[in-house]
């Protein structure tokens, strides 16, 4: 393996940083400086990678790179123990109640949405004859403006956001 501080060919490069050749080819035309012999600085190179390109789409092809280490046996056993354990914490908390299907809350949160609604529009239905009586107005028309205002209340609750409401703390 080549020192750190050591010039490498621009195929070598590729294959350090895990691109391929056309795209390190690219990236000299977009400023990745190159020696006089065509060579590629391994310093210099890393450094202008680093600051020049997303580190989303760094190693996205070319070559394996050398410097990546395969996991080793030990490291894929270590790393399957940590998993079951995370699977049995869940499933702890799962039977201990802290946890629900996504599913399952949605359905709740619908069905008890459709409750409040239906029961809001039921309230309206019996109140609106009670305060005609009490107002000596039309119940027709007590009832549709009542109605109609229950109607853009719960519009304007449906639009708000979830986060609005607190965290029921």
Not at 1 to 21: I, N, P, W
Not at 102 to 120: I, N, S, Y
Request: hydrophobic share 45%.
């Amino acid at each position: 393996m080549t020192k750190l501080d050591s010039a490498e060919t621009k195929t070598a490069f590729a294959a350090r940083v895990g691109l391929t050749k056309g795209r390190i080819s690219q990236l000299v035309a977009e400023g990745l400086p190159v020696r006089a012999d065509g060579r590629i600085d391994v310093a210099e190179g890393l450094a202008w990678i680093e600051n020049n390109l997303d580190p989303a789409r760094r190693n996205k092809g070319g070559a394996v790179s050398p410097t990546r280490a395969t996991t080793t046996l030990a490291e894929a056993k270590r790393l399957h123990e940590i998993v079951k354990v995370q699977r049995a914490k869940l499933a702890f908390e799962r039977e201990q109640g802290q946890l629900v299907e996504t599913a399952a809350a949605t359905r709740t949160v619908f069905a008890r949405a459709r409750a409040e609604r239906d029961a809001h529009m039921a309230w309206v239905q019996r109140t609106a004859p009670l305060l005609a009586a009490e107002l000596g107005t039309d119940p027709r028309t007590t009832f549709a403006a009542l109605d109609r205002m229950m109607r853009e209340h719960l519009e304007h609750l449906a639009d708000l956001p979830l986060g609005s409401f607190g965290d029921g703390a």
